[in-house]
């Protein structure tokens, strides 16, 4: 199972960007696809998560109302859209998979694959 982020980048503040994640190997349609990132001398934290078998999505109240996490079954890949970025949201975004939903699925530890990062750096 392989996990691939994509799409990080630099914007400026008020900007845009998408990241995607493409699964190979395996697809979670019943478990959860989650979305974190991890700033420098910083804890990885939860930015959102998609619940497949429900097709429900949650998000962190830092990114609610400016992100949001898509999916696309056919080609296996979730996706994040951002929107009016902050710098405050500079960091490393992972997108994580686990086979059943977790009610904890906040909790990075939950997951079981993960992928390698995508840096996403806004600017003032």
């Known amino acids: 199972v392989q996990l691939q982020a994509s799409g990080g980048g630099f914007v400026q503040a008020g900007g845009s960007l998408r990241i995607s994640c493409e699964v190979s190997?395996?697809?979670?349609?019943?478990?959860?696809m989650g979305w974190f990132r991890q700033a420098p001398g910083k804890e990885r934290e939860f930015v959102a998560a998609?619940?497949?078998?429900?097709?429900?999505?949650y998000y962190s109240d830092s990114v609610k109302g400016r992100f949001t996490l898509s999916r696309d079954n056919a080609k296996n890949t979730v996706y994040l859209q951002m929107n009016s970025l902050k710098p405050e949201d500079t960091a490393v975004y992972y997108c994580?998979?686990?086979?059943?939903?977790?009610?904890?699925?906040?909790?990075?530890?939950?997951?079981?694959?993960w992928g390698q990062g995508t840096q996403v750096t806004v600017s003032s």
């Open positions: 994580a998979a686990r086979s059943i939903w977790h009610i904890y699925y906040y909790n990075p530890s939950n997951y079981d694959y």
């Open positions: 190997g395996r697809t979670f349609s019943r478990g959860a």
């Open positions: 998609i619940r497949g078998d429900a097709n429900m999505k």
